[in-house]
């Protein structure tokens, strides 16, 4: 699938991933949105792999390359956990 139906995905509370991707196990979600309070914007994430070997299971905001814009890798990977 290409970026814009995985983003279709993101919205609906899926995780997705590229097969492009070196990293194994990485997925992006969207932060959920809080009620009231400074933190109620939603942001994209990137969730790094547990065996990651200098950030192991970090959670970052996320920014796509063009690379990543342009790729029809995109794939779901389940729906948002926790």
Not at 19 to 31: F, P
Not at 46 to 65: A, C, E, F, M, N
């Amino acid at each position: 699938m290409d970026f814009s139906e995985a983003l279709k995905a993101l919205r609906e509370g899926c995780r997705v991933t590229n097969r492009n991707w070196n990293g194994k196990e990485m997925y992006l979600a969207i932060q959920p949105t809080y009620d009231g309070g400074e933190s109620s914007a939603q942001y994209i994430y990137i969730q790094l792999p547990k065996d990651h070997p200098t950030y192991p299971g970090v959670r970052v905001p996320w920014t796509p390359s063009q690379l990543d814009l342009m790729s029809e890798g995109w794939k779901i990977c389940g729906p948002v956990v926790g």
